[in-house]
């Protein structure tokens, strides 16, 4: 009998795969700086998946995912959990299912990790409540290059910032400021997407951004991402006017590149599946004998039957 469960989160396990330190000259009209970038590479060695065993119970508890099987899909559960920082086995999450888009039941609707979404959506008066709420809190303004004219800039609690680079396809990414306040970061990443040569939107999904990527790598080789760290030192100087020393870092699939845009693209996977593969935010799996590539959200907090 197929049993039920919740996946919550994916976690890939990455392997030191290479290091450079590189001192970038950068101008602006009229000043000159110089950025020190030590650029870090790593390689998806595997994944685990963070689940709920059982959706009537909060608690949660990690397991492999290479190999994973889905025999079945069902509904979507609320993401509220209760827990906060990075001691992901400590969280507890809700057990009802979701009714709203963001994905929260009613009586989580407006919860704080509710209204930190809509804070990233562009609601500053949510930014003000949340502060209110998560005192202590503490949130990164990052920098990511996918291979597009303008660098992506983004927001999250300075503890997710590995998760979110990790499960975003990019040649180079790193932490461009860090602030106290959650509305005090929003609005530093509002000013600078809107200024010339950033963007705080993509416009194209996160296969498509893959599929670039993948594309650069598959032309230019790993050096593709020393171009893009380079890109980022610039980005930093246009955006802060100052020099200094930077940590930035790429992280490439542990299988080749080519994989993951050879398999066929599906929008919403139909079980039964088999997990082969994890990066930037993508599953790679095996359908019916056939493989395929979908956003990793399309399983996230929802009940699968394995």
Same mark, same amino acid.
């Given at each position: 009998?197929?049993?039920?469960?919740?996946?919550?989160?994916?976690?890939?396990?990455?392997?030191?795969?290479?290091? &450079?330190?590189? !001192? $970038?000259?950068?101008?602006?009209?009229? @000043? @000159?700086g110089r950025i020190l970038l030590q650029h870090n590479l790593f390689r998806v060695e595997g994944f685990r998946l963070l689940v709920q065993p059982d959706p009537?119970? /909060?608690? %949660?508890?990690?397991?492999?995912? #290479?190999?994973?099987?889905? @025999?079945?899909?069902?509904?979507?559960?609320?993401?509220?959990?209760?827990?906060?920082? &990075?001691?992901?086995? @400590?969280?507890?999450?809700?057990?009802?299912? *979701?009714?709203?888009?963001?994905?929260?039941?009613?009586?989580?609707?407006?919860?704080?990790?509710?209204?930190?979404?809509?804070?990233?959506? &562009?609601?500053?008066?949510?930014?003000?409540?949340?502060?209110?709420?998560?005192? &202590?809190?503490? $949130?990164?303004? =990052?920098?990511?290059?996918?291979?597009?004219?303008?660098?992506?800039?983004?927001?999250?609690?300075?503890?997710?910032?590995?998760?979110?680079?990790?499960?975003?396809?990019?040649?180079?990414?790193?932490?461009?400021?860090?602030?106290?306040?959650?509305?005090? *970061?929003?609005? *530093? !990443?509002?000013?600078?997407?809107?200024?010339?040569?950033?963007?705080?939107?993509?416009? %194209? #999904?996160?296969?498509?951004?893959?599929?670039?990527?993948?594309?650069?790598?598959?032309?230019?080789?790993?050096? %593709?991402?020393?171009?893009?760290?380079?890109?980022?030192? !610039?980005?930093?100087?246009?955006?802060?006017?100052?020099?200094?020393?930077?940590?930035?870092?790429?992280?490439?699939?542990?299988?080749?590149?080519? !994989?993951?845009?050879?398999?066929?693209?599906?929008?919403? /996977?139909? /079980?039964?599946?088999?997990?082969?593969? =994890?990066? *930037?935010?993508? +599953?790679?799996?095996?359908?019916?004998?056939?493989?395929?590539? +979908?956003?990793? #959200?399309?399983?996230?907090?929802?009940?699968?039957?394995?």
């Amino acid at each position: 009998m197929a049993k039920p469960l919740v996946i919550r989160g994916v976690l890939p396990t990455l392997r030191p795969a290479g290091y &450079g330190l590189r !001192e $970038y000259r950068v101008s602006l009209i009229g @000043s @000159s700086g110089r950025i020190l970038l030590q650029h870090n590479l790593f390689r998806v060695e595997g994944f685990r998946l963070l689940v709920q065993p059982d959706p009537l119970s /909060p608690g %949660v508890e990690l397991v492999d995912g #290479d190999g994973f099987l889905v @025999s079945s899909l069902g509904k979507r559960m609320c993401r509220f959990h209760e827990g906060r920082g &990075g001691r992901l086995l @400590s969280w507890r999450f809700c057990t009802r299912p *979701a009714v709203t888009v963001s994905g929260f039941c009613m009586d989580h609707r407006s919860s704080p990790q509710a209204l930190y979404e809509k804070c990233n959506a &562009g609601r500053l008066d949510a930014c003000l409540v949340v502060d209110t709420a998560w005192r &202590g809190e503490s $949130y990164s303004v =990052y920098l990511l290059d996918y291979g597009s004219k303008n660098v992506k800039v983004g927001l999250t609690r300075t503890w997710r910032l590995p998760y979110r680079i990790a499960e975003q396809p990019h040649l180079a990414a790193l932490e461009l400021g860090r602030y106290g306040s959650l509305y005090e *970061a929003r609005m *530093a !990443e509002r000013r600078i997407g809107r200024s010339r040569g950033f963007t705080e939107g993509i416009g %194209v #999904d996160r296969v498509g951004r893959l599929e670039r990527v993948v594309e650069s790598l598959e032309k230019k080789g790993v050096g %593709v991402a020393e171009e893009a760290a380079r890109r980022l030192a !610039e980005a930093v100087y246009r955006a802060t006017g100052r020099g200094g020393r930077r940590n930035c870092v790429t992280i490439l699939p542990g299988v080749e590149p080519s !994989e993951f845009t050879r398999a066929r693209r599906v929008r919403e /996977p139909e /079980p039964p599946l088999r997990l082969l593969g =994890y990066w *930037a935010g993508v +599953f790679l799996a095996e359908s019916r004998g056939e493989r395929i590539v +979908f956003e990793a #959200d399309q399983l996230l907090h929802r009940v699968v039957y394995t």
